[in-house]
């Protein structure tokens, strides 16, 4: 072999290898990221079919319910109401009333299927997409009102 087609076979190699290397990366992050959507988004049927995706909002008065380990509750943008069921160990400053952000899956049947529960930590903190999907969802509720 030539000096000239070895080092065309280590470049190609080299290519094919970085070409590997990033088509698994960006799998790994494909799979890994979680997107934030609304209540809203979610009853519009924007949400990821079969993704993990963040739903974020408040919790509804009056709707948690326990039964052994699974808690079931309603999260709202004050818009639409999602059914959440988690399985776990619930933060200490969840709340009815209070924000959240819930991680999980929607199945076909409309639940909500958490794995992983964020409780807002501050009485003044709302994460600025929540925040502005209640602002939005508000506004629209009483632009329908007569």
Not at 35 to 53: D, I, M, R, W
Not at 96 to 102: D, F, L, N, Y
Request: hydrophobic content about 45%; cysteine-free; proline content about 5%.
């Amino acid at each position: 072999m030539k000096p000239r087609h070895k080092r065309l076979a280590i470049i190609a190699g080299a290519l094919a290898s970085l070409g590997v290397a990033a088509a698994l990366v960006l799998n790994a992050l494909d799979s890994n990221i979680a997107l934030y959507v609304t209540p809203s988004e979610v009853a519009a049927g924007k949400a990821p079919q079969g993704k993990a995706f963040r739903i974020g909002g408040m919790v509804k008065e009056g709707s948690i319910q326990r039964k052994e380990l699974t808690v079931h509750f309603v999260i709202t943008d004050t818009a639409r109401d999602i059914p959440v069921a988690y399985t776990g160990i619930l933060p200490d400053l969840f709340k009815e009333g209070k924000g959240a952000v819930i991680q999980g899956r929607l199945g076909t049947d409309g639940l909500f299927t958490a794995s992983e529960v964020l409780a807002k930590h501050d009485e003044n903190y709302m994460p600025p997409a929540a925040e502005h999907a209640v602002e939005q969802a508000q506004r629209a509720q009483k632009s329908l009102k007569p």
